[in-house]
Every structure is written in C-alpha cells, then in structure tokens.
C-alpha cells in the first residue's frame, strides 16, 4: 500500500538524516587515530547539542510540555545517553573491534522488537522482513573471519537494547520539540562519553583544540541536523520503520569513501549496499488500513492541513499553508484510511 503524505515526509526525512549520519562517519574517520573514540564520540555529541541550543533558547518548551513529558525524556536520555555508551565501553573492553561492528547491528534489532512488543507499534510482514534484510546486509558489511562473540557481546548487545528503549521512548514524545529532545541528549550523552574516555586512557593535554572544533562542527550536522531529522521522521512513522531506514547509514558512508576518498569498492559491499536498499523498500510500502477509533487528544508537533487529522482552522492566523507546528487538538472519531504506528496510530490491533 502506498504511502501517504505525511509518511512520505517522514521518509524522506528518515533518509536525510542517514545521509548525514553516514557522511559524518568518514568525516570523522582522520581525527579516529588522533582521539579517543569515546572522547571523540562525546564531542561530536555536544556538537549536537550545542547546534540545536539557539532554536530551543528561541523557542523554549512550555511548562506544560516539561511537566507531561519529563519522564519519558528522563528515559530516553539516560538509556541512550548514559547506558548504552557505558555497556558499550564494556563490551568494547571484552571484545574485538570486528565483532563489535557486527553486534551493532543489533540496535536495529532491538529497535523493532521493543516497538512492537513495548511501545504498541503495528509492524507487519513488510517491516519484519525488511528489518531482517537491512540487519543481514549490516552483518555482511562488517563481517571480518575469525570474529570472536565472548563476554563482551552481551555488554554490546544490551548496548543496542538500551538504544533500542531511547529510539521507542523517544519517537512517542510529541510535547517537546525535536531540537529540545536532541539538546538533553547531546548535552547528556556527549558529557557521559567524554567523562568516560577521559576515564579509560585519554589525557586532556592529548586533545586539540583543532580537533576539537573540527569534531564539533562534524557531530552539529552527523549528529544534531540528523538527529533532529530522525525524531520528526519517526513521529511519522513510528520508530521500528525509522530505524530500518536510519540503519542504511552506514552504506551510505560507504558510497561516499567510495566517491570522495577514494577507496575501493568490494564486491561483498557491492552485495551489502543493495541488499539495504531492498530492505528499505520493502519497509516504505508497509502502511495498513482498517477501521479504527481515536480518543480525544490534545499535543504539539509539526503537521500539515492535508490529512484527515489536521483540518483544524487558525482563527487567529488566517490561513496556514505547509507543515507548522502548535497546540492542537483531536477530537474522538472513529474512521478508516491508510495509516502507519505514527503519533496518532499506536492503537492496538
């Protein structure tokens, strides 16, 4: 079933946060052998964070919005920004870099399963199989012989779940604004994986200054502009579809060392690239429909006039063309029409 607008939207947007996310990957790559990689993680995270600061002192989140919404933001921050970096420094510890690569696979994984069985998400076949698809192309990207799974793949593997829990919680926030969301994460996770790789090796005196903002300036577009993309893309899709199609990142970081530095092209990447691709598509085409029932609801997030969820008028306004953003209600209604696991489709089936 095709998709409709504001799924289509949330595509797109799922995509181009990929890109920016991949291309970050070997952007960042020369400053890897210079820095810590916890500390350069961190770093690229406060680049997130402090790329969002202007829009979210411009416009704050209401206390309203704090009040509702402070718990699951609290989650969301403390698993993906605390606990999956920790585990990962764990099982980093215990681990070789080669099985590690392919562990991390396993976000995608957990992704999927905590939305359909924690978060009320519908997946279907469709965003079974191409989860499955892209999990598979990610493992043969990364396989190396000889990868050892020992202690460590359980710290790695709760690693992923922790930030399967971060990615569930936080595509059901519709009270704070995507910049908010991506400035308590960055600002937590970023402060967490400094302290940590300062912690485990890394010297402050062996830290540029140029390395520094040159790390800030990669993680305020890989990380704050993707990140951002990806939360409004997964409050229309839900969080299992966002994640498959935010998981081609990593191919696509390898198309781009393909195209601008240079590197040569194996056939088992060749395999890799195409297979996620396929698992993309299966995954676009996934909307369902049935007769439904919507409670009354009254949230903020950004939305457009041309579905049957958003006619409301804006008497003070006029009239508002294009995607906004503001308090808005719903009314009880009971309809059918093609529809994904976005903020207002988590019913149960």
Not at 61 to 79: C, F
């Amino acid at each position: 079933m095709a998709l409709f607008s504001g799924a289509r939207s949330g595509v797109v947007r799922c995509l181009l946060a990929a890109v920016l996310f991949g291309a970050s990957a070997p952007a960042a790559s020369g400053l890897a052998g210079e820095m810590n990689f916890l500390v350069l993680a961190g770093v690229l995270y406060l680049g997130a964070g402090l790329a969002v600061l202007p829009a979210v002192l411009k416009h704050p989140p209401s206390r309203a919005g704090l009040k509702r919404e402070w718990q699951p933001a609290l989650i969301a921050v403390i698993a993906g920004g605390a606990v999956g970096p920790a585990l990962l420094v764990a099982g980093l510890a215990r681990t070789t870099a080669a099985s590690a690569s392919i562990l991390l696979n396993l976000e995608l994984v957990a992704t999927v399963i905590l939305a359909a069985t924690i978060f009320g998400e519908h997946l279907g076949r469709r965003v079974v199989v191409g989860a499955a698809i892209v999990t598979a192309a990610g493992v043969a990207l990364v396989w190396e012989p000889g990868a050892d799974l020992s202690i460590g793949a359980l710290f790695i593997a709760a690693a992923c779940v922790a930030w399967g829990v971060d990615n569930g919680v936080t595509a059901k926030i519709d009270q704070l604004s995507p910049e908010t969301v991506v400035l308590l994460k960055g600002f937590v996770a970023g402060t967490a994986n400094v302290a940590l790789g300062l912690t485990f090796g890394a010297t402050s005196t062996s830290i540029s200054v140029a390395n520094v903002l040159f790390a800030l300036a990669i993680g305020a577009a890989g990380y704050g502009a993707s990140i951002v993309l990806w939360v409004k893309g997964a409050r229309d899709l839900g969080a299992a579809r966002a994640q498959v199609i935010f998981a081609t990142a990593p191919f696509i970081g390898v198309s781009i060392a393909w195209l601008w530095l240079g590197e040569s092209v194996q056939t088992v990447q060749l395999v890799a690239v195409g297979l996620a691709a396929v698992g993309v598509a299966v995954t676009i085409e996934s909307a369902h429909e049935h007769t439904h029932q919507h409670d009354p609801l009254d949230h903020e997030h950004e939305h457009s006039h041309d579905d049957q969820h958003h006619e409301h008028s804006h008497d003070d306004e006029g009239s508002v063309d294009g995607r906004h953003t503001h308090v808005h209600q719903h009314d009880a209604m009971a309809h059918s029409h093609a529809h994904v696991s976005d903020l207002h489709h988590r019913h149960p089936h």
